[in-house]
């Protein structure tokens, strides 16, 4: 056997994981406030890519952490966002994550107007209360309409985690979302996807966590 | 507004998603077997790496399908995977798709032997009957423990899906499980993830529905 394992205790894989994301960095400077963000997105994908084409809208992060701290729920486009995102952590600040997905309201929407489901799911989301984080992971034509109903002044996201992935109309959905004055966090191009929306709420999370000392 | 966006129907976004890979690959040949596999991945992704990086045992695609007609359940190592995967696709054959992380003697006897929950839910499958895929999307200790247990001759995958994501012991769980005589497909290097897996199961099950005309 010529394979040679690294031995890492259970409890240390993500912290050596994380040291050689910063090793492999190098003198890349990532800002301050978004590193264990963006460090937090390689991990994930093992794609550094992601250094170069997250974008934040100005002062994001703690726009981002306010909404959580006042029990911002997380609005998802994905069932596997929903299952990724850290909801005992969310649920401390008194938040919860929704994915309409599957709902059968929803379903039947779609079917009647002609949409997607992802687009009959941000439709669903109009109608609630508090603030709202939009993580979208997957469809492009959830990011669009949320777009629309933003320019409608409908709705008024806490924050919109633009990460979906793919060929159609992926990239266009991401720009038109930095178009708007909602803060952001998007993924330029077409890469992105559920694992990513949930990394990137998780690193929120995780960060509140740490400033509370746990 | 300069953005323009492509006009899509909802039922066709799929569709003209593949007609992009397929015309982004070029001349780029890929084996015809597993063209429908490999495009779901970069579909996932929107990576065209992994044209280069997966990798197939011999024959295995003819096993992997043999072995899901046969009515194979699928275990995986994260509720994301679990998530992803078309269970209903799955069912139509007899199998189940099962995640033990959340399992509370998992975490006891992870806990108990010093190992990753990980490695305690593939332990777990051990007792298990009737053919068994994993799908390993996240965890590399999995995927190293399955590699034991497979030397030991204490478990005989019908198909092994080695796409674990990240740092540590990644690339190289992966090239032991290419050591080992079971069916795999394997994405090579430190790329992979819950969604590269749900995305290769899926493949698998939608070429079959469609030889069943589905």
Known sequence: MKVTLENVLPGDIEKRSFEIITAELGDRKLPEDKAALIKRVIHTSADFEYADTLCFSDGVMEKALDAIKNGASIVTDTQMGRSGI????????GGQVYCFMSDE???EAARKNGT???VASIEKAVSMEGPLIFAIGNAPTALVRLYELIEEGRISPALVIGVPV????????KELIMETD????VARGR???S???AAICNALLYMLDKTRGR
Do not use: C, E, H, W
């Open 195 to 197: 694992n990513v929306a």
């Open 86 to 93: 850290n909801k005992r952590s969310l649920a401390k600040y």
């Open 182 to 185: 909602v803060p952001y966090i």
């Open 166 to 173: 793919g060929f159609v109309n992926v990239v266009q959905s």
């Open 191 to 193: 890469k992105g996807g």
């Open 105 to 107: 309201d929803v379903a």
């Open 116 to 118: 997607t489901r992802a």
